[in-house]
């Protein structure tokens, strides 16, 4: 099958030449170093290219990269769509030959939200952020545990094809991939961008096939009339309250003419003012910003999507005014009617204008573009703080070439306007070198690892610092902060509620003070914090590692639980100023995990029970008084405690609703350590960074089964027999008794066997207690213990021997401090001994990324057999 064939076959209709082209360049392993095609040509369907190519051989992992989060959502449904058509009957020897496939919408990151980098037999593709990519890929992962970071680095950076869209605005992340690929990351780039800065060598162009096609010629040829507007002594809008005004006034002029116009701003703050000055005008308005929590971004274009979506029904409805940051410009399949926009460098204006009659089916359009300069006592200008002069060299570039007071952004305009007269110099933002000194300390990872900051490598030596993800719950009392780590552990956060903001917006706005502007652009820092005393905040790095924290503790990259008291947030996004309870989704988002599902019955997070709510939240009522009542020595009132259970559990089999039902009957009751129960599906913890899912099995099981699913993993793998002999000896070291007292619950039957390497404690609460009851010492490492029952004869000993110590993210190269010096294989943890210098052997004999990836094998067989385990015993 070529790839028009499958590409008719997903789509329903035909390629563009250039399209056909790419993919038949990625299929022969040509180099493409860009590909520079005008906006709405087509862009994303590089994904298809790239999923074509994986089926002959090509990269077996495609990352989309963009710097827009809507965007992010739209081409990741791009590719589950692609995914959803392989299943036609058309397509089944190609998905075949593919073999299976994964999406992955790469947001802000959760620690413990990422199970996807446990299938790396699959081909897979990453729909993410320079932020997210680029931070996995230089082994210091934005929310990620510190100990998973070597797992992502060995995900991103091995049979990897990037596609980097609209690269001009990612300069410095493409000079730091080509660097990594120097040092021997093994990733294939290709730069997509509708504004191209110069000529590149292995491009792929619109041909003259492709500007005579019917579709894009249309497209192409669109007149998009701008009127420029700046402001003046006499027409003066330079304040923001004098902004607002002006703005709302031309799109309404617009909307004589107009359905759907858009307001297009550089500034989140400003957005929201102009949006809820249309609404007070009782206009129908709508707000579509970056900064909001997937979960209302999707509630959100579920709704927007009918309404804005190129190639819809145009209707004579009243006017719809979308006001919008920067997250429509590029890559969103948006198409509006007229187009008010706040002046930017030409590039951006260029992409924003790509939003307008997107696919030329009005064929001429009115827009405006307003300019309101700052100056300073001098009278000088003063540069933008996201687009600095580059802003203003575009104004009088436009003015310049403006005829009557009105510029031409149509495609084929502007490209005739920029041939015969230049274009305006853009600011470049320049990366600093990546070094091999960097990478070397880059690789040194887990809890020990020294902080470094890689964002000067990922947005250039000027740039913020990478955001922060704030999670809002109902169930933690602002009185009680101790009381968060155990409520969180519990529930633990995920991508989908969480709202990435800039770090020096969270600490401004934690300190209750006044909140700096935001952008939409990551990496473009246009404020800052002072340091002070903040409200509480609970840190979650994982369950092993989150505590309640204050200023100087939050770190960028952070995952920030707060109360929803705290206000900040509304179902447009970020919103600094609101002081009204956020609505807490983490059940809504936990459904689309399936039978690991949880869900919390606490007070004000069970409306949804409806009229079941009175009779389930008083079964709540009684197992919290009868388990309090219980007495630990005569165990009297236990059966009490046990009808209660069987009550709450009779009537949410009773209860009609997706919540409930996924579990099928199958999950776990626990205490809140508030007031109320936690319902845990098939959850598997990461606790004392050992997986525990509630099942019991055998040592030797366990051993078997890993080994097993190493060898169905490694394919061709070069080191292939070591890999497999690491997972056959993983764990060896839990044999300690001690290790056998915490996963059987008590000596006496950790004395009379078996061997475990699974806790059969299904209750999270109960396999704290063993934990601490065990005897283990601080620091004990099961994985440390295998050590001294390997051999130290035959080939690559020392590779097995380090692949076993660091299956649990330590060993590059600290372990924790064992507080038992006597442990078993304590001594290869000593700094005078040896096993500094052998990671660097290793490092240098297999380089940063290919070390990482066998890491990444062994953890995959083990997570994946215990994860088998689990599901074949429950």
């Given at each position: ?66 710097d827009?989060?809507?965007?992010v959502?739209?081409?990741y ?25 994964q ?5 802000g990151?959760?620690h ?14 990453i ?134 116009i ?5 500034r ?14 009782k206009?129908?308005?709508e ?6 929590r997937?979960?209302?971004r999707e509630?959100?274009m ?71 300069p ?59 070198v ?23 490598w990922?947005?250039?030596a000027?740039?913020?610092t ?6 809002w719950?109902?169930?933690l ?56 005393p903040?409200?509480?905040?609970l ?71 409806g ?15 009868a ?48 007031h109320?129960v936690?319902?845990?599906g ?10 525990s899912?509630?099942?019991?099995v ?8 890993v ?24 764990d ?8 056998q ?36 010492p ?23 021997r380090y692949l076993i ?7 590059r ?24 210098q ?15 990836e ?21």
């Amino acid at each position: 099958m070529n790839f028009e064939d499958f590409f008719r076959n997903v789509h329903g209709y035909h390629p563009f030449p250039w399209q056909i082209k790419a993919a038949e360049r990625l299929v022969k392993g040509e180099a493409i170093s860009a590909v520079n095609v005008p906006t709405a040509s087509g862009k994303t369907a590089l994904i298809d290219a790239g999923i074509y190519a994986a089926a002959h051989g090509g990269a077996q992992r495609i990352a989309f990269i963009i710097d827009r989060r809507v965007v992010v959502d739209e081409a990741y449904v791009r590719a589950q769509r692609i995914v959803d058509k392989l299943k036609k009957p058309a397509l089944k020897s190609f998905a075949d030959k593919l073999g299976q496939i994964q999406v992955v919408r790469l947001r802000g990151g959760v620690h413990g939200d990422d199970n996807w980098v446990f299938y790396p037999d699959k081909v897979t593709v990453i729909v993410s952020t320079v932020d997210q990519v680029g931070s996995r890929l230089l082994h210091r992962g934005y929310g990620v545990s510190s100990r998973m970071h070597p797992i992502h680095a060995g995900f991103m950076g091995n049979d990897t094809l990037y596609i980097i869209d609209e690269a001009h605005i990612s300069t410095p992340f493409v000079t730091t991939v080509n660097s990594a690929r120097q040092y021997g990351a093994d990733v294939r780039l290709i730069t997509m961008t509708a504004t191209p800065s110069e000529k590149e060598t292995a491009t792929v162009e619109l041909s003259p096939e492709d500007l005579s096609n019917p579709v894009l010629k249309r497209r192409l040829e669109a007149r998009k009339r701008a009127k420029l507007v700046q402001s003046s002594k006499k027409d003066d809008f330079s304040k923001e309250a004098e902004f607002v005004k002006r703005a709302v006034l031309e799109a309404k002029l617009l909307a004589e003419n107009a359905r759907v116009i858009c307001i297009l701003l550089n500034r989140v703050a400003t957005a929201r003012r102009i949006w809820e000055t249309l609404i007070r005008q009782k206009l129908r308005a709508e707000l579509l910003m970056g900064r909001i929590r997937p979960y209302d971004r999707e509630r959100l274009m579920d709704r927007l999507t009918p309404l804005v979506t190129a190639g819809r029904t145009r209707e004579a409805k009243d006017p719809l005014f979308i006001v919008a940051t920067q997250t429509v410009e590029v890559g969103a399949d948006f198409d509006f009617d007229a187009l008010v926009t706040e002046a930017a460098s030409l590039s951006a204006l260029r992409q924003r204008f790509g939003r307008l009659d997107r696919l030329g089916e009005i064929g001429t359009t009115d827009s405006v573009i307003l300019y309101r300069p700052k100056y300073d006592k001098n009278g000088g200008l003063v540069p933008d703080p996201i687009y600095g002069d580059s802003l203003h060299d575009t104004w009088k570039w436009l003015s310049e070439n403006a005829q009557k007071g009105y510029v031409d952004f149509g495609i084929s305009a502007m490209k005739s306007i920029m041939d015969a007269k230049g274009s305006p110099q853009e600011d470049v933002v320049e990366a600093p070198v990546l070094l091999p000194a960097h990478m070397a300390m880059l690789s040194v990872t887990g809890p020990e690892a020294p902080q470094i900051d890689v964002s000067p490598w990922l947005h250039g030596a000027q740039s913020g610092t990478a955001d922060v993800s704030i999670v809002w719950r109902t169930d933690l009392n602002p009185e009680q902060p101790d009381l968060w780590p155990e409520t969180v552990r519990l529930c633990p956060p995920l991508s989908r509620e969480a709202l990435e903001i800039p770090f020096y917006a969270a600490l401004s706005w934690l300190q209750n003070g006044a909140v700096p502007d935001v952008t939409d652009l990551e990496g473009v820092s246009s404020g800052s914090a002072r340091s002070g005393p903040t409200r509480a905040v609970l840190r979650w790095r994982g369950q092993d590692d989150c505590q309640v924290v204050h200023f100087g503790e939050i770190r960028p990259g952070d995952t920030l639980l707060v109360p929803t008291q705290y206000g900040g947030c509304d179902g447009y996004g970020w919103a600094p100023k609101s002081r009204s309870a956020v609505e807490d989704v983490a059940e809504l988002c936990s459904l689309e995990r399936g039978k690991s599902h949880v869900v919390r019955l606490f007070p004000g997070l069970t409306k949804w029970l409806g009229e079941n709510e009175g009779p389930v939240l008083e079964a709540v009522e009684e197992i919290v008084a009868a388990e309090a009542d219980i007495d630990p020595e005569t165990g009297v009132d236990e059966d009490r405690a046990a009808s209660a259970h069987a009550d709450l559990r009779h009537l949410i089999s009773g209860v009609h609703h997706p919540l409930v039902q996924v579990y099928q009957g199958q999950y776990e009751v626990e205490q809140h350590p508030l007031h109320g129960v936690v319902l845990r599906g098939s959850i598997m913890d990461d606790m004392q960074a050992s997986l525990s899912s509630g099942v019991a099995v055998k040592l030797s099981e366990h051993l078997d089964n890993v080994s097993r699913m190493a060898s169905q993993l490694i394919s061709n793998h070069p080191k292939g027999k070591a890999i497999v002999n690491a997972a056959r000896k993983h764990d060896l070291g839990k044999s300690d008794f001690r290790f056998q007292v915490m996963l059987h619950g008590n000596p006496v039957t950790a004395s009379a066997g078996p061997v475990l390497a699974k806790s059969g404690l299904r209750k999270f609460a109960h396999r704290m207690a063993a934990y601490h009851a065990s005897g283990l010492p601080k620091g004990f490492r099961h994985e440390v213990a295998s050590l001294p029952q390997v051999s130290l004869d035959g080939d690559e000993t020392q590779l097995i021997r380090y692949l076993i110590a660091t299956h649990h993210g330590y060993g590059r190269p600290w372990f924790p401090k064992c507080s038992d010096p006597d442990a078993p294989g304590v001594e290869n943890t000593r700094l005078e001994g040896s096993w500094v210098q052998r990671f660097v052997d290793l490092l240098d004999c297999y380089g940063y990324w290919a070390l990482a990836e066998m890491e990444l094998l062994v953890r995959t067989a083990d997570v994946r057999a215990s994860m088998a385990e689990q599901e074949k015993n429950t």
